[in-house]
């Protein structure tokens, strides 16, 4: 079993959805948690960065961290096909170590 | 203010070749990171520098791979000889903390 475990998908929406994107990770050392998109051909984007549990907003952006469950998770409001990507999670600990997810690809369809 | 630049952007060769990649970090970051990313994954770390010094290399095949960064600034990752699972997108990132800024890959196919 993988340290952080996501849904492949494909998640496909209409546009002006709102997404839910969530992993579940297993190790209890993790101490920060971060989401990346990233474009077909491109490296990884940093979206959003939390430390503890509870929400963090930006924007359309919001990700929810509850370590009691050890589930996070990132929603976009107002989905854009722009939005259109795979969304990475990952988690951190001590010595700024990241283990990824295996990545959701998300389609928001005009 | 330039991102991490990696180069070549792709790069095809045959089976038993060498290759290797080349990463410049964003200016100051201190902490740069090699990471392999197979097709429909996430990326798994192969080595890890805290400026010149490979604290973290664990993960790196050493009978083939090898890394270098040479004062503590740009890295580059070396694969000798090469093998058909080698082919693999070729990610570099960077940080001055805990969030790590990645470049755009370089995307390997061995034949």
């Known amino acids: 079993q993988k340290e952080v475990e996501q849904d492949p998908g494909p998640l496909s929406v209409p546009e002006g959805a709102i997404v839910s994107l969530n992993c579940t990770y297993s190790n209890s050392a993790f101490q920060y948690f971060m989401w990346y998109r990233q474009y077909s051909r491109k490296g990884p984007e940093l979206l959003m960065y939390?430390?503890?549990?509870g929400n963090k907003e930006d924007g359309r952006f919001t990700a929810q961290v509850d370590k009691s469950s050890k589930y996070i998770s990132l929603f976009i409001r107002d989905s854009q096909p722009s939005d259109s990507a795979t969304y990475l999670c990952a988690c951190g600990y001590a010595g700024n170590m990241l283990t990824f997810g295996g990545g959701t690809r998300l389609m928001v369809k005009p | 203010e330039a991102g991490v630049v990696q180069s070549p952007r792709y790069k095809i060769i045959e089976k038993k070749q060498p290759v290797a990649f080349w990463c410049n970090p964003i200016s100051g970051h201190n902490t740069l990171y090699w990471y392999l990313q197979n097709l429909g994954q996430g990326p798994e770390l192969l080595i890890r520098y805290e400026n010149e010094e490979a604290v973290d290399d664990s993960q790196l095949p050493k009978d083939r791979f090898s890394a270098e960064r040479l004062k503590g600034v740009d890295s580059t990752l070396k694969i000798q000889p090469a093998e058909l699972g080698d082919s693999a997108v070729y990610l570099c990132?960077?940080?001055?903390?805990?969030?790590?800024?990645f470049g755009p890959g370089t995307r390997l196919t061995v034949t």
């Open positions: 939390t430390y503890s549990s």
């Open positions: 990132a960077s940080s001055s903390g805990s969030e790590q800024y």
